[in-house]
Nanobody
Framework: QVQLVESGGGLVQPGGSLRLSCAASESIFSIYVMGWYRQVPGKQRELVAEITSGGKTTYADSVKGRFTISRDNAKNTVYLQMNSLKPEDTTVYFC??????????????WGQGTQVTVSS
């Protein structure tokens, strides 16, 4: 069972930056699509950014130009660099490992979530 552990959340002022980290317990980046999601209470969890095994990245329109997803294969860690943060970015962020192509266990995995609060 793959475990994902997020860190890096916290309180930041509008316009500030945070970097989230997601450490995987196994080396899975070559077969799993890694993503960051967020969920506002009462709404569905939404994709923020993802990176495929080939390095292709996708971003939600709301974060394009402000957030960057990257990974360090040697550290089994995925990052989400968040710049120019806005109050509407406030919510819990989740790391996800998706077995999109069926090359892994067949299961998808989620981290426990990390809170990001953007407020003055």
């Amino acid at each position: 069972q793959v475990q994902l552990v997020e860190s890096g959340g916290g309180l930041v002022q509008p316009g500030g930056s945070l970097r989230l980290s997601c450490a995987a317990s196994e080396s899975i980046f070559s077969i799993y699509v890694m993503g960051w999601y967020r969920q506002v209470p009462g709404k569905q969890r939404e994709l923020v950014a993802e990176i495929t095994s080939g390095g292709k990245t996708t971003y939600a329109d709301s974060v394009k130009g402000r957030f960057t997803i990257s990974r360090d294969n040697a550290k089994n860690t995925v990052y989400l660099q968040m710049n120019s943060l806005k109050p509407e970015d406030t919510t819990v962020y989740f790391c996800n490992a998706e077995d999109r192509y069926g090359l892994g266990s067949g299961d998808d995995y989620w981290g426990q979530g990390t809170q990001v609060t953007v407020s003055s």
